[in-house]
């Protein structure tokens, strides 16, 4: 695991210099993934049998949708959304088991794998300062380094951001200045609404909440901190209003507010994808309500509507229908209740701090997506979450 995010690097590189796209990532990632599928499966059959049940309640509306439309290549897709969607309690699973019967193996590697991942992404970054990769808008503003992924990047690098903030804080205060001000620039530089807002509120609520009791008594460091955040906060907002100018967007987020209010600003146009998604989904008879349209269903239709809100739990409504949007809530409060029940001694402080990321992440799926469809930030979600498992709670 260690080496996904250079794998994905990787597949930048060659699809950016020799115009390939080759299904590395798919190729490194998919024998992890079995792997996990295999050990859990031998462990904990209860888990497996509710896995499997799921799985069919997500496979039946695309098997329809197959028969109804004879699109195997869409089959095919709605496959690989299922596995995103499962990716993040698979991988919790399997590294909570890890920290029951070898603690010591998951605070080691765990850790290691995401310093590695995260060193990663800041080479990706640093080297996009250069020119090379790919930018987060088609007008070159904003940094992706070589992942071709670049929707999903802002939730691996809250995840990974929220991990090496919340080790810097237990370590130093100094450290965890210091790596504020990288989180924010790592922001800056993506440049996309989620990574700014994102790294300003991880540098305020990881604090605010692991040291909850202490964090609002004023001391002379205290109000130097605020300062910093606030300069940062400053910053981040002159910069992101000059990016929108410079991309022609500013404008247009000023009508959409005087229009349609905060809400049109926030879902950025997705509300409009919305209503032509469910106007097409719901033509359709109970069943394929129940079970879903598939790809195919979209496809179907694609002359008329974007394939996908870019809203999760609206693209799981209208693929897997109200028994995959159903199953996918129940994986989140799952994961939710797992965190929340975690008793001492356990790293209360990763803990927390899982539990501000999945918040985040919630919010995100219901505002701009690819969190719970994102094949590249489930890995992590898992590994994160269970960690705050480790009894020991600590990590070298």
Known sequence: MAGFLMVDTLMGVIETYAGIHLKVSLLYKTPVLLSICLIIALKDTKFTFWLLLS???????????????SNSAALFFDITLILK????ILFFRYFTYIAEINPSLLSNWGSKVIYINYGVLFLNIFIGLFGFGYSSYNSGVGINGFFSAGNELGAVFIVLSAFVLTQCLLRSIKLYIIFSIITVLIGLLISTKTSILSAILLIILIPAVINRKEFFKPTQLKVTLAALFIILISISVAY???ILQSIG????VLWMYNKF???????????????????????HNWVEWFFGIGTSGIFHHWLTVKESAEIDPIDVLIVFGH?????ALTMQLWILNALTTIK???NEALRKTAIIIFFMFLTLAFTSGHIWLSGMV???????FAMAYIKNGKYN
């Open 85 to 88: 969607v499962f990716t993040p």
């Open 378 to 384: 489930g890995p992590f979600i898992g590994l994160v």
């Open 323 to 327: 028994i995959g949007l159903f199953i």
């Open 261 to 283: 209010g905060i809400l049109g600003v926030i879902l950025s146009g997705r509300d409009v994808y919305t209503v032509n998604l469910l106007e097409i989904f719901y033509q």
């Open 240 to 242: 992101s209003i000059s």
């Open 55 to 69: 799985l069919l309640g997500f496979l039946i509306g695309p098997i329809l949708a197959l028969v109804k439309y």
């Open 249 to 252: 967007v500013w404008e247009r």
């Open 344 to 346: 001492q001694p356990h």
